[in-house]
Nanobody, 122 residues
Framework: QVQLVESGGGLVQAGGSLRLSCAAS????????MGWFRQAPGKEREFVAG????????YYVDSMKGRFTISRDNAKNTVYLQMNSLKPEDTAVYYC???????????????WGQGTQVTVSS
């Protein structure tokens, strides 16, 4: 089992950047694929990016490619989401998740953090 705690959210102007962090507890962090999802008010939770256990093969939703970068540091039990060129439509609660493989559906991820709010003002 793994517990996840996100941080790094906040209020930023359009065009700005934020780096989200997700700290995991447990000694098996390096065996999990990690992912980031987001949920805007009134919308379903959607996949943003994922990365496999070794840090290779990062995968992004097309609309995030070139703006968001997922990475992980297994020595620190932490996964990151660097978000650049932020847009108002990126406003959402961002969640990290842990699972056996990178999949784009929420039911494929058994472990979730509580989320961190990102608000992008125009």
């Amino acid at each position: 089992q793994v517990q996840l705690v996100e941080s790094g959210g906040g209020l930023v102007q359009a065009g700005g950047s934020l780096r989200l962090s997700c700290a995991a507890s447990g000694r098996t962090f390096s065996s999990y694929a990690m992912g980031w999802f987001r949920q805007a008010p009134g919308k379903e939770r959607e996949f943003v990016a994922g990365i496999n256990w070794s840090g290779g093969s990062p995968y992004y939703v097309d609309s995030m490619k070139g703006r968001f970068t997922i990475s992980r540091d297994n020595a620190k039990n932490t996964v990151y989401l660097q978000m650049n060129s932020l847009k108002p439509e990126d406003t959402a609660v961002y969640y990290c998740a842990a699972g056996g493989a990178v999949v784009t559906v929420t039911w494929g991820w058994p472990y979730w953090g509580q989320g961190t709010q990102v608000t992008v003002s125009s």
